[in-house]
Every structure is written in C-alpha cells, then in structure tokens.
Antibody, heavy 121, light 107 residues
Framework: QVQLEQLGAGLLKPSETLSLTCAVYGASFSRYYWTWLRQSPGRGLEWIGEINHSGRTNYNPSLKSRVTMSAATSENQFSLRLNSVTATDTAVYFC???????????????WGRGTLVTVSS | DIQMTQSPSTLSASVGDRVTITCRASQSISRWLAWYQQKSGKAPTLLIFEASTLESGVPSRFSGSGSGTEFTLTISSLQPDDFATYYCQQYHTSSPTFGLGTKVDIK
C-alpha cells in the first residue's frame, strides 16, 4: 500500500521560505513523477510542480521564480521550497504521485494528507 | 493556461438520484481529463482518467464521457458516501489545471 507522509512547518511570516518534505512508502521512487499541489479557497487546486528520481523538474510558470524541488532517492523523499512567501501562499499543500499515462501531463493517484501552511505576520 | 469551468458549482440531490456534472475546457484537450472526489478535510481521490476510464476500485455507478472541450461526470444512483466535492483536471499540457469544483450536497 502506497503512502505519502508530509513533514514540515505550517506557520510562516511574510518573506520567509516554505519548506516541506514528503516521504514515500510502498512505491518505487524511480517509476513516477512526484508532485506538489496546493489548495486554497481563493485559488482552488493549483499544481506547483513535479520532480522525478533523476532530479528533472517541471514547475508551474506562475510560481517558477520562487520554487525549488529536490529529491533524495536513497531515502525515498522529495521536498518543496517556496521562497518569499506572502499571505496569498496560505493554503493546504499536498504531495502526490504523478502517473505516466498516454496524455502529455500527469494525473495524481496517491496523495498525502495535506499540510496547512499559514503565512501571517 | 487552459481554464477549466465546472457547472453547477453546487448541486442538491437525494440518495438514488442520477447526477451529472459538466466540465468545459477553454481549448481542446482531446480526452486528457481526470475527475476527482474530495471529502471535507481530506485529500482528493482519483475517480476517472482519460475522460472515461475508471480508476481501480471506483464503483461502477461513476462514469465519465466527453472529448475536446466538453466533459461530464455521471453518478447513476447517488449513494450516501458520494456527498462530496468533485473536481475535473486537464492533463493536455505539462502544466495541469483544475476546475473550481462541484459540491454535491443533500437535498
């Protein structure tokens, strides 16, 4: 049974850096793209980006200048850093497994529980 | 970005009702559309991909159809466990986008 366990802080001040990690259990790390998404009342569900086992990344163009993803393959973990956060980055952040299907993009079949990240002074 | 528009935003229904949710894409996405169900406080779960392919373990009362820019999710006979919010997601591009959701609540 595949499980994703999210780790990281949930309260930040404006201009700080958001840092989250997702630990993967029960799945081959090298066979998938590993993804971060977020959800807020104002913006709905938003794809942040993805990374594979070799470190290849794809980021949402709207966040690309502030996002860095990394992968620790030997530990079956991947991480998200989002710098210079503001109140608009307040959201529930999810990690998820991205499937390779026939289409160009990805669908997400396993999700972490989500981490509420609040940005407030 | 491809914009995904769902309708209605809220739908009130009773157990046993047939329910249909529509999702429209701002440009053609072929059949690269997925549907998710989300219950309050939980992560979304994948129901359907490639417009009409049921994810393993999803009950057969769920079905999807459509191609191009217009898609539907149908629940043939609504069950108590189905009261939730449903989202469509396009994966025609490498930057996927979601609709804003349709909340199915009890009439």
């Amino acid at each position: 049974q595949v499980q994703l366990e999210q780790l990281g802080a949930g309260l930040l001040k404006p201009s700080e850096t958001l840092s989250l990690t997702c630990a993967v259990y029960g799945a081959s790390f090298s066979r998938y793209y590993w993804t971060w998404l977020r959800q807020s009342p104002g913006r709905g569900l938003e794809w942040i980006g993805e990374i594979n086992h070799s470190g290849r990344t794809n980021y949402n163009p709207s966040l690309k200048s502030r996002v860095t993803m990394s992968a620790a393959t030997s530990e079956n973990q991947f991480s998200l850093r989002l710098n210079s956060v503001t109140a608009t980055d307040t959201a529930v952040y999810f990690c998820a497994r991205g499937l390779f299907l026939l289409g160009p993009g990805r669908v997400f079949d396993v999700w972490g529980r989500g981490t509420l990240v609040t940005v407030s002074s | 970005d491809i914009q995904m528009t769902q309708s209605p935003s809220t739908l009130s229904a009773s157990v046993g009702d047939r329910v249909t949710i529509t999702c429209r894409a701002s440009q053609s996405i072929s059949r690269w559309l997925a549907w998710y169900q989300q219950k309050s406080g939980k992560a979304p779960t994948l129901l359907i991909f490639e417009a009409s392919t049921l994810e393993s373990g999803v009950p057969s009362r769920f079905s999807g159809s459509g191609s191009g820019t217009e898609f539907t999710l149908t629940i043939s006979s609504l069950q108590p466990d189905d009261f939730a919010t449903y989202y469509c997601q396009q994966y025609h591009t490498s930057s996927p986008t979601f609709g804003l959701g349709t909340k199915v609540d009890i009439k």
